[in-house]
Structures are given as structure tokens and as C-alpha cells.
């Protein structure tokens, strides 16, 4: 068989997988859960042990910290480590040899977290896991850490900053690893890890990463354990992540705030122009007026269904967020994610609130973000926003205007456009989606929820572009985890079932 370079990123890999002539069946659902499940509390002191270092990127010695600890667990369960010199904060590689095996599988998880403000966590230090139960009112009340395993509840939760985002998947695989070892199921494939530390931080230093050590990643197939599964909470797979991109515009009136009264109707407002703008790319229906902005996207009928397959419940999602009607880019929630966005994320101008004043402003700002799809690359979008502008009229600038531009030019916008990464898309049969689907499948005996692509982004176009190799997304978290936010948490029973979910994708057979 050829060989694929790729970034396989399937949960252990279906490392496990059986193979040639010695193969062995693969292990059914109950002996997966009794090898995996049979000591909660156990697993739960190792995530609350994986928990309790800090990991905000912008803080390097955090990391190192972090990496000194976690270089050595991987060790100690055979693994060789190796740290990818980048130009911010080091890559952790890690490897795994099998006797005999043909393929190789590499997994992405991130171990880097967003930062916190502790003065929003229901909880002293979002570093130090703290375990909760449910009230009747729907509030959480702090419990002792469970001793004992046959009191150990599913509906608990585990409340500290990257439970659900990533490091808890961390801690999922490596007791993956334990339990498979431990029940002696050797694995067939060899494996290999890419643990990002910069992934809150749009993975700034991943492309050049991959570059540098693009024979050491070379793998047949890619699975990412990263993200949310459906709203429903029901197993997933996603074959593909929206792309990102960022724009900062800024306009301009006089170069210092002046009097309302003394100017007003006669010194331009950099407020208005900027709204002006803005609203000159979208109609009332929420679909992007910038010419040619979708062009490329096509749904035929039989992705149409897969969509349309998808157990949304839409009037619920409106009724949680409390706002009437959706935009019309799409008939769907679904069909909408295989567009590109266009979002306003913020927007400031001198002072609201109890600082208003009666000025005018000397500069609007709008931070602008841009969702990309497979079809729309992300130079492309960013390009068309810019030409769009022009077309209106501005002179559009990547600098701060001098006084003699000032002068010279009647409505000046600075533009600062960045490109995190692109999107990707695998098919439905590739590899990296069969070995997801037919692990859940025999685990949970049904198919999981399949999402053509997710609506967020996570940095695996370098990957895919790089080592050419299809990839799939699996979820093994609650969906109403809090991520990016405080108070994140980790429901107990879905950390147990993504430790089960790993070994399954590991003993998978290979497609």
C-alpha cells in the first residue's frame, strides 16, 4: 500500500489496530469499558494531577514547567520525546515503536490553555481542580474528591482552566495507553504525538514546525482530539474545521477628539464612516454583499443530506441564546458552517457609558474575523475586503497616516489584516474517518454524529497541506464545557468514555 505522509491524529492512534498475519480481533465494547472504566477514581486523580499546572502560552516558563512534567509521563510509558525548536514556545514530540507494524499513526492535542482571570471562576485558583455536583436550582456545589469508586457519580464535573480544552484529552490518551498495556493488547500501529503548546494563540509557529521536521511527522493517517462534540452531547466525528483570518480597520477624523458643538456638521466623524463600511458589506439577512465572497462554495443534494442529517434542534438554539430569527445565509445551521463568515468580534470609538463625552472622536476602530471554508482561501477573503473598501471610495493604508496624508486624502482607513491558517476538509470515506466512525461505532453500537465541517477553527491545514493526508476531528467532551471561558469543566462520565474512545480508535482495524 502507499504510503501517505500525514498526520494521523487518531486517538491512540488506532495504533492499536490489528495487523498482518498475527491480527487479532479487535476487543468489543465491554471489554474496552471494563479495561478502561475500572478504577474512576484512579483515572480522576491522574486528570486533576494533569490539571494543576499552569498553561497560559504567553508565559514560556509556564510551558516549560508544564513540559518538564509531561516529557516524562510519556517516557515511562515507552514513549521516546524529542521538543521542536520553534521561534515561541517548543513542540513536544512524542513516539512509539511497534514490532512489525507497517503503519503509523501521529495524533494532535494542544497543552496549552487560554488564559484566566480568577476573579471569574467560582473557585479560589482555576489551576487547582475543584470537584462539583449539581443543585437542585441548577447551581454547582464544591464536593470532596472522591476515595472510593463505587461512589463516583458520571454527572460530577471536574471545574479547572483546559479540563475540556486540551489537557484533559492528554490525560484520556495517557490512560489509554495504561489500560491497553495493562490488558496486553499491543498496538499495531507505531505511534507518534504533535502536542502544540501555542494553540490558544493561533498556533503562530505550527507551519514552519511541520516544515522543519516534516520526515519525523510523516504518518498514514491524522486524527485531531481537540473540541466539542454535537450540542446533543452524542459521540462525534467532524471531518473538517473552518480556517481563520483577522482585520483591523480603523478611521479617522481629527487627529484629537474636538467639540461636538463647536464642530458638529462640519468635521467628519470617523464613527460614521467606519459604520458606513461596515454596513456596506452585509445585507439586512445577514448574506455578504462583497462580490465574489462565496464564490466556489457548491452543495450537491448528497451533501445536502448529510447536513440535512444532522440532529440540530434550531428553535432550541435561538430560544437558549434568546435571539428570534438566524441569519439567511443558509436554510441551516448546518449549510451556513459550509460558508465563509464575516463577523464584527468588536468595535470601539472614544468613550460610552458614564465616560461619554460630547466629541467627536479622533478614530473608530472594528475588529473583524473571517471563518473560511475549503473552497475560499483565506488570502483571497481578506483581499476581496480590502478591494471592496477601496471600491467605496477610501484610501486604504497598512499604517498609521502622517499629517501630510492626513491632508491630502478625505476618508483614509487603516487596514491589518493576519492569517492564523486555512481550512480543511477530509472526505467522508478517507482513512482518518473510517477508523473514527467504525471505533465509535462498535464502542456505542450506532453511528456517531458525522459534521461535515465544525464551525471553529483548529490549526490542521498545516498538517494537511504539508504531509498530504486526510484528517478527522473526535470529540471526547461535554458540549457545555465553558471552554475559552471560566469556570471550563469536564463531565466525569464523558471523561471515562473518551479514555474508552481512545482505546477503541487504537484497536481499531485499519480501513
Request: proline share 8%.
Amino acid at each position: 500500500m502507499k504510503r501517505i505522509c500525514g498526520l494521523v491524529i487518531v486517538a491512540a492512534a488506532s495504533a492499536f489496530a490489528s495487523f498482518g498475519a498475527e491480527a487479532q480481533s479487535a476487543p468489543d465494547a465491554s471489554r474496552i469499558r471494563a479495561i478502561t472504566q475500572n478504577d474512576p477514581v484512579a483515572s480522576l486523580d491522574f486528570l486533576r494531577e494533569t490539571l494543576s499546572l499552569p498553561n497560559d502560552a504567553t508565559y514560556p516558563e509556564e510551558i516549560a514547567a508544564l513540559l518538564d512534567w509531561l516529557e516524562p509521563q510519556f517516557q515511562k510509558r515507552g514513549f521516546t520525546t524529542k521538543r521542536l525548536p520553534t521561534d515561541g514556545n517548543p513542540v513536544l514530540f512524542a513516539e512509539r515503536r511497534t514490532p512489525g507494524a507497517t503503519k503509523t499513526a501521529l495524533f494532535y492535542m494542544h497543552s496549552d490553555g487560554q488564559p484566566v482571570d480568577p476573579s471569574k471562576w467560582n473557585q479560589p485558583d482555576p489551576y487547582k481542580p475543584v470537584m462539583k455536583t449539581r443543585n437542585a436550582d441548577g447551581s454547582w456545589k464544591s464536593i470532596d474528591w472522591p476515595e472510593n469508586r463505587s461512589k463516583v457519580s458520571r454527572d460530577w464535573r471536574v471545574f479547572a482552566r483546559s479540563s475540556a480544552d486540551d489537557k484533559g484529552q492528554i490525560a484520556q490518551f495517557l490512560l489509554a495507553i495504561d489500560a491497553l498495556d495493562g490488558a496486553k493488547l499491543p498496538p499495531g500501529y507505531n505511534i507518534k504525538l504533535f502536542i502544540d503548546t501555542e494553540e490558544e494563540q493561533g498556533s503562530p509557529h505550527i507551519a514552519s514546525a511541520i516544515a522543519a521536521n516534516r520526515d519525523l511527522l510523516t504518518a498514514d493517517f491524522l486524527l485531531i482530539f481537540d473540541g466539542p462534540p454535537h450540542a446533543s452531547g452524542r459521540p462525534t466525528v467532524t471531518l473538517g474545521a473552518r480556517g481563520i483570518a483577522t482585520i483591523t480597520l480603523t478611521t479617522y477624523g481629527p487627529k484629537t477628539p474636538q467639540h461636538s458643538g463647536h464642530y458638529g456638521n462640519y468635521l467628519p466623524n470617523p464613527a460614521f464612516e467606519l459604520a458606513r463600511i461596515l454596513s456596506s458589506m452585509k445585507d439586512p439577512s445577514g448574506r455578504v454583499l462583497i462580490k465574489g465572497y462565496y464564490d466556489g462554495v457548491r452543495l450537491d443534494e448528497k451533501t445536502r443530506a448529510m447536513l440535512a442529517a444532522t440532529p440540530d434542534d434550531e428553535t432550541a438554539i435561538l430560544s437558549r441564546v434568546e435571539v428570534a430569527k438566524p441569519e439567511k445565509v443558509a436554510p441551516s445551521l448546518q449549510e451556513a458552517l459550509q460558508y465563509p463568515s464575516l463577523n464584527i468580534r468588536g468595535m470601539a470609538s472614544a468613550w460610552v457609558g458614564k465616560e461619554a463625552r460630547t466629541v467627536i472622536p479622533s478614530t473608530a476602530t472594528a475588529e473583524i474575523d473571517i471563518r473560511t471554508v475549503k473552497e475560499t482561501p483565506p488570502e483571497r477573503l481578506v483581499r476581496l475586503v480590502r478591494r471592496h473598501i477601496e471600491k467605496l471610495g477610501y484610501y486604504v493604508i497598512d499604517h498609521e497616516p502622517s499629517d501630510v496624508e492626513r491632508l491630502a486624502h478625505a476618508g483614509i482607513v487603516r487596514f491589518d489584516a493576519e492569517i492564523s491558517y486555512p481550512a480543511f476538509r477530509s472526505n467522508y470515506d478517507s482513512n482518518a474517518s473510517v477508523i473514527a466512525r467504525s471505533a465509535i461505532r462498535r464502542l456505542y453500537g450506532e453511528e456517531p454524529i458525522v459534521l461535515r465541517t465544525s464551525g471553529g477553527s483548529v490549526p490542521v491545514s498545516p498538517f494537511v497541506e504539508a504531509l498530504g493526508a486526510p484528517a478527522a476531528i473526535v470529540s471526547t467532551v461535554n458540549p457545555d464545557n465553558n471552554q475559552h471561558s471560566p469556570n471550563e469543566n469536564l463531565r466525569v462520565g464523558e471523561f471515562l468514555d473518551g479514555i474508552s474512545i481512545m482505546a477503541a480508535i487504537m484497536t481499531s482495524p485499519a480501513p
